[in-house]
C-alpha cells in the first residue's frame, strides 16, 4: 500500500522568504496529490493540488511539482506572510478513494 | 452551501460513557471519511462510506468503534465504552464520488476529551 514521509516536520522562515515542503511516495500508480493547509484549531483545507499529467501547477503564491520518476512533489511558498503560518499535509490516495496524509510540517513565518 | 457539518464541536466524557458523533456531508456528496488527529499519530483514516455503504474500515481501532452511515445525508460515530486514549479530534469529510483524484472536504471537527 501507499506510505507518505513528508519533511520536514518543523519549518521557521522569516516574512518575505520562500518555504518548500517535500513528500515522498511509494506507490508508483499514484496519481492525485492534494495539500491541505491546516491552521491552530481549525479543519484541514485543500490549497492546492496535482495530477500525475503535469509537473508543476501554480496558483498565486503557491506551487506544486511533481517528479514521478523519483516519487516525490513539493509544496513551493513564495514571499511568505504570517498568515502562511499554519500546518501542512501532503497526500496520495491509497486504494480507491482513500488518502494517506504525511505526518505534518509546522511552519513558522516570523514577522 | 454549508460544508460538511460536525457536532458537537467539543465532548467531554468520562471513562466508560459511550460517546455519538454525528456528520452531515456535503448535499450531492457520494462518499463520506471519518479521520482521527492526535499529535503522536497525525490523521488517521478511520473509514469510508460510498454510497452509504461501509468500503473500508480496516482503520477503525478496535471493536469500541463503530460508525453507520443510514442515508446520503447522515453518519455517525460511537465509542462504546470511550476510553482516555481515544481524546482527540476526530474529522469527517466528504467527497464528490470517491474517486481516486476527488477533493475530500474536511467538518470543522469534534474535540473528544475522555477522563
Known amino acids: 500500500g501507499e506510505n507518505v514521509e513528508q519533511h520536514p516536520s518543523t519549518l521557521s522562515v522569516q516574512e518575505g522568504d520562500s518555504a518548500v515542503i517535500k513528500c515522498t511516495y511509494s506507490?508508483?500508480?499514484?496519481?492525485?496529490f492534494p495539500w491541505y493547509k491546516q491552521e491552530l484549531g481549525k479543519r484541514p483545507q485543500l490549497i492546492i493540488d496535482?495530477?500525475?499529467?503535469?509537473g508543476e501547477k501554480k496558483d498565486q503564491r503557491i506551487a506544486v511539482t511533481l517528479n514521478k520518476t523519483a516519487k516525490h512533489f513539493s509544496l513551493h511558498i513564495t514571499e511568505t506572510q504570517p498568515e502562511d503560518s499554519a500546518v501542512y499535509f501532503c497526500a496520495a490516495p491509497r486504494g480507491t478513494g482513500k488518502l494517506i496524509f504525511g505526518q505534518g510540517t509546522t511552519l513558522q513565518v516570523k514577522p | 452551501d454549508a460544508g460538511v457539518i460536525q457536532s458537537p464541536r467539543h465532548e467531554v466524557t468520562e471513562m466508560g460513557q459511550e460517546v455519538t458523533l454525528r456528520c452531515k456531508p456535503i448535499s450531492g456528496h457520494n462518499s463520506l471519511f471519518w479521520y482521527r488527529q492526535t499529535m503522536m499519530r497525525g490523521l488517521e483514516l478511520l473509514i469510508y462510506?460510498?454510497?452509504?455503504?461501509?468500503?473500508?474500515d480496516s482503520g477503525m481501532p478496535e471493536d469500541r468503534f463503530s460508525a453507520k452511515m443510514p442515508n446520503a445525508s447522515f453518519s455517525t460515530l460511537k465509542i462504546q465504552p470511550s476510553e482516555p486514549r481515544d481524546s482527540a479530534v476526530y474529522f469527517c469529510a466528504s467527497s464528490l464520488s470517491g474517486g481516486d483524484t476527488d477533493t475530500q472536504y474536511f467538518g470543522p471537527g469534534t474535540r473528544l476529551t475522555v477522563l
Open positions: 506507490d508508483s500508480a499514484s496519481n492525485y
Open positions: 496535482i495530477r500525475s499529467n503535469v
Open positions: 462510506f460510498n454510497n452509504n455503504v461501509p468500503i473500508d
